[in-house]
């Protein structure tokens, strides 16, 4: 999605917000703790229940990589069942060190361009 794209699905949705998916899997619905699936499942709950109006969705990687590999299969699949929104991907760096102490895990996605913007990178897929 482009700028203008952008500015047209504001238009097209009379709304500017933005959903934050920062999901830990420690504070899931109950009929979701457990499950292996659980974040994902939670993630496609909210992006259903929101599709209509909302114009991008913000993903903390935080929360992902907290969660290892699995974390990344998570947001990329995340990412990919969003769609045509835009999804940006938020690293807090100086807050990640009590998530994930140590060195940070490179950040790599195959067919996607990342953007810094601050401390926040713009995920535009690329196929």
């Not at 496609?44 to 993903?59: G, P």
Request: aromatic share 8%; net charge positive.
């Amino acid at each position: 999605m482009n700028r203008q794209q952008l500015i047209q699905t504001i238009k097209d949705k009379r709304s500017y917000l933005c959903v934050g998916l920062d999901t830990d899997p420690q504070l899931l619905p109950v009929s979701l703790q457990g499950n292996p699936d659980g974040v994902l499942l939670f993630n496609k709950a909210i992006v259903d229940a929101t599709r209509s109006t909302c114009v991008a969705y913000k993903i903390n990687t935080a929360f992902y990589e907290s969660m290892g590999s699995k974390g990344w299969q998570i947001m990329e699949q995340t990412v990919q069942y969003v769609g045509k929104s835009i999804s940006l991907l938020q690293m807090p760096r100086e807050a990640i060190s009590e998530i994930l102490p140590g060195n940070m895990r490179p950040l790599f996605f195959l067919n996607c361009i990342l953007t810094p913007l601050r401390f926040l990178l713009i995920w535009e897929r690329t196929v």
